[in-house]
């Protein structure tokens, strides 16, 4: 999957059903206004233990939530919408931002933007293809 209007052209994801919102890993995450509007800037890594390729992103604040995590603890999270490419198709999704550096996902997708029109096949992997191999040549051995 990937993240077009952030230059993300690949980034981990796993499709959860479970999970009401889509969330991505973000790092040094800092608020502040512009034209008196609650904004966020960001940092995205596609790839786990590795510094070099991350995104620095800014865009509006759409939400505030409290998300309640699979262990159970509930805690409130930034939500932005962003543009998500899957399987050849796009569609604007509501997305939490979070901590997932221990994860072994850079993204989760939630059922919210699964519902405009895709099908789960909980029997298979890598429906929408794995990364470019110059990709997982360039970072081999960080995910």
Not at 33 to 56: L, N
Not at 86 to 111: K, P, W, Y
Not at 129 to 135: N, Q, S, T
Request: glycine residues 6%; contains cysteine.
């Amino acid at each position: 999957m990937s993240l077009p209007d952030l230059g993300v052209d690949w980034l981990k994801a796993k499709i959860d059903t479970g999970a009401r919102t889509s969330s991505l890993h973000a790092f040094d995450i800092v608020e502040f206004e512009q034209d008196d509007e609650p904004w966020v800037r960001f940092k995205v890594k596609p790839w786990q233990d590795s510094q070099e390729d991350a995104v620095v992103v800014e865009c509006p604040i759409h939400d505030r939530r409290a998300v309640r995590s699979s262990s159970g603890h509930a805690q409130e999270r930034l939500v932005v919408e962003l543009l998500i490419r899957l399987v050849d198709r796009e569609v604007l999704a509501e997305v939490t931002l979070s901590n997932r550096d221990e994860m072994g996902f850079r993204m989760l997708i939630g059922r919210e933007a699964l519902r405009r029109g895709y099908i789960v096949d909980p029997a298979r992997s890598f429906l929408g293809g794995r990364a470019p191999r110059e990709a997982r040549r360039r970072n081999r051995g960080r995910d």
